[in-house]
């Protein structure tokens, strides 16, 4: 049983377009996060919530929407996708905030 | 506000030999302290942490790690690689009790050579 799961695995799409990853957890965590990972490896955290509340938005275009239905998914919606949002994002879920975060396997996301 | 720096972007070691990733952090409240490993087209998954109590700690494949609170560190290491260790590592921080977000330090690659 895959602890964190993320859709799609591959995201392939023209600039100006809108998408969305959806994430679920099925480990009964509190907390989740999105993540963005850049071609050089550097792991940025873009949102997180907390028992469906959100309690970091960092400095993320408002183009990025994450929604969180209940505790155990999270989605990013990502509207006039530009080439700079090419990138891997990752889920990931804790049990508290400063908890051990178990990651999802990423979505590549990649804007032509 | 927390901070990171892995002060090495690539390690190149030979199979069997030791190695030492290091990282360093700065924080004027207490922190917790991890290191995650990502290999290739994976998500990231823990190695170890650092809450609280022993200095030394152990983590899974053989790797440990020590904190040193004087000089705000918390550096990697394993008496002997593999070449299955070759992967990206991350030291991560956050604020201990009350902290929301944990602070990714930019990754050192660790290629072990055949």
């Known amino acids: 049983d895959t602890a964190v799961s993320q859709t799609p695995k591959y995201l392939v799409t023209q600039m100006g377009n809108d998408k969305s990853i959806k994430c679920e957890q099925n480990?009964?965590?509190?907390?989740m996060y999105w993540y963005k990972q850049d071609s050089k490896k550097f792991l940025k955290i873009m949102f997180s919530?907390?028992?469906?509340?959100?309690?970091i938005n960092e400095t993320v275009p408002n183009r990025f929407s994450p929604k969180s239905p209940d505790k155990a998914h999270l989605n990013l919606h990502i509207n006039s996708l530009e080439l700079g949002d090419s990138a891997v994002y990752f889920c990931?879920?804790?049990?508290?905030?400063?908890?051990?975060?178990?990651f999802g396997p990423g979505t590549r996301l990649t804007v032509l | 506000a927390q901070s990171v720096t892995q002060l090495d972007s690539q390690v190149p070691v030979f199979e069997e030999a030791p190695v030492e990733l290091r990282c360093n952090y700065s924080?004027?409240?207490?922190?917790?302290l991890f290191w995650y490993v990502q290999y290739p087209n994976q998500g990231l998954q823990l190695l170890l942490k650092?809450?609280?109590?022993?200095?030394l700690v152990k983590g899974i494949n053989g790797f440990e790690a020590e904190f040193n609170k004087s000089q705000t560190s918390f550096h990697l290491r394993k008496p002997s690689v593999h070449i299955s260790d070759t992967a990206e590592y991350f030291c991560?921080?956050?604020?201990?009790?009350?902290?929301?977000?944990?602070?990714f330090g930019a990754g050192t690659r660790l290629f072990v050579k055949a």
């Open positions: 924080s004027s409240v207490s922190v917790y």
């Open positions: 919530y907390n028992n469906k509340e959100l309690i």
């Open positions: 990931a879920s804790s049990q508290g905030p400063s908890d051990t975060q178990y």
């Open positions: 650092y809450l609280s109590g022993s200095t």
């Open positions: 991560a921080v956050t604020r201990g009790t009350g902290g929301f977000k944990t602070i």
């Open positions: 480990l009964g965590h509190d907390t």
